[in-house]
């Protein structure tokens, strides 16, 4: 009988030559049942090893960390994300955005007749915002960073201080239901954690390769978001871990 480690360096093995498995056929090449291929699929999955598909599981795909790059990842999931946050956008609100491609076909979709004002941080949205009329586009400033397309630092974080919002719409790096909301960058989360504080509401966007992961600077809690959109279906399995909390899931 094959330890569970020793599964886990097969599996493993064949996402590396095959990119992607179904969990039948680990099943046969294993000898073991589809319910204990889903169990290592799994683990594997929350520990950022590999990812997930319908009957199976592909190799992990590194989101791309220049923006430019980005814009052309995983477009459907920003897409079904954009639409979803449609419902939560309000004649009158004000609202802070922060950086992220998500957030861009977040803004890109909203009518165009609405009326905010929005304030951020995100570079990419300003040419964005000229065919919005009726939207007061309030920019933050700081220091400039290409990689993310976003200003930072201490000038921005004063700035965010400045306000009050009733909602921030908050693209993600990591989101995990135990070590909450995290960021690859100290600057861009110490933006986020700001906004955080500054809105009635969090609202996080975050692409199902964005789920059950961790970077190293910490934003907030899970119990500090009101809402997460995921491109999921929200009543996905994969998202029972979020659920029985103080959270809508859309």
Not at 117 to 141: A, D, H, Q, W, Y
Not at 183 to 210: F, H, P, W, Y
Request: proline share 3%; with cysteine.
């Amino acid at each position: 009988m094959m330890l569970k480690e020793e599964r886990f360096e097969v599996i493993l093995r064949e996402l590396e030559s095959r990119r992607k498995v179904k969990f039948e056929e680990l099943a046969i090449l294993l000898a073991v049942s589809e319910d204990t291929i889903r169990r290592d699929i799994d683990l594997l999955y929350r520990n950022g090893l590999l990812s997930k598909t319908r009957g199976g599981a592909m190799l992990r795909e590194k989101d791309p960390l220049n923006f430019q790059d980005r814009q052309s990842f995983l477009t459907k999931e920003k897409d079904v994300i954009a639409l979803k946050v449609q419902q939560f956008l309000k004649d009158g609100m004000t609202v802070f955005v922060d950086g992220g491609t998500t957030i861009w076909a977040a803004v890109n979709a909203m009518p165009l007749d609405i009326r905010l004002r929005m304030i951020t941080n995100n570079f990419s949205i300003v040419p964005l915002i000229e065919k919005f009329k009726n939207v007061e586009l309030i920019f933050l400033g700081g220091n400039y960073q290409p990689d993310l397309a976003v200003t930072s630092g201490i000038t921005t974080c004063a700035e965010v201080a400045k306000y009050n919002a009733d909602i921030f719409i908050m693209g993600t790096c990591a989101v995990d239901p135990v070590l909450g909301v995290s960021a690859i960058s100290a600057t861009d989360g110490e933006t986020k954690k700001m906004m955080v504080q500054c809105a009635r509401k969090t609202i996080a966007l975050a692409s199902r390769n964005k789920l059950y992961q961790s970077e190293l600077f910490r934003v907030c809690n899970i119990e500090g978001l009101k809402v997460l959109i995921t491109d999921l279906d929200s009543n996905d399995p994969e998202l029972n871990p979020f659920r029985n909390r103080d959270l809508q899931i859309v």
